[in-house]
């Protein structure tokens, strides 16, 4: 059964950076959408980023452009997600998601498979 682990979550103080990763298993990640998103208690889930099955599109969340960085390695069936200067509004669970969307040039509205997701907390 196809499914995705989150890591790399932690406190980390603001201005820190962090990576997340996702990784894969029974599935490799060519062709794949990969939406990363974020979800803190009494919020609705948010879009944080997202890359297109092609890899040719990315997009960010306002709010964390400019410091974050999505990555898909297929050859590793990992996909990444590099955050800097970090904000306490950044806090939250954050979840990696695919969908098999071969030749998909835009992100897709809704993904398949989802990790469980894994806590980041910035907090002096």
């Known amino acids: 059964q196809p499914h995705l682990v989150e890591s790399g979550g932690g406190l980390v103080q603001p201005g820190g950076s962090l990576t997340l990763s996702c990784v894969a298993s029974?599935?490799?990640?060519?062709?794949?959408?990969i939406g990363w998103f974020r979800q803190v208690p009494g919020k609705e889930r948010e879009g944080v980023s997202c890359?297109?099955?092609?890899?040719?599109?990315?997009n960010y969340a306002g709010s964390v452009r400019g410091r974050f960085t999505i990555i898909r390695d297929s050859d590793k069936s990992t996909a990444y997600l590099k955050m800097r200067n970090l904000k306490p509004e950044d806090t939250g669970v954050y979840y990696c998601?695919?969908?098999?969307?071969?030749?998909?040039?835009?992100?897709?509205?809704?993904?398949?498979?989802w990790g469980p997701g894994t806590q980041i907390t910035v907090s002096s």
């Open positions: 029974e599935m490799t990640l060519d062709y794949y959408a």
């Open positions: 890359i297109s099955g092609d890899g040719e599109t990315t």
């Open positions: 998601a695919a969908l098999l969307h071969p030749g998909g040039q835009t992100c897709p509205p809704e993904y398949e498979y």
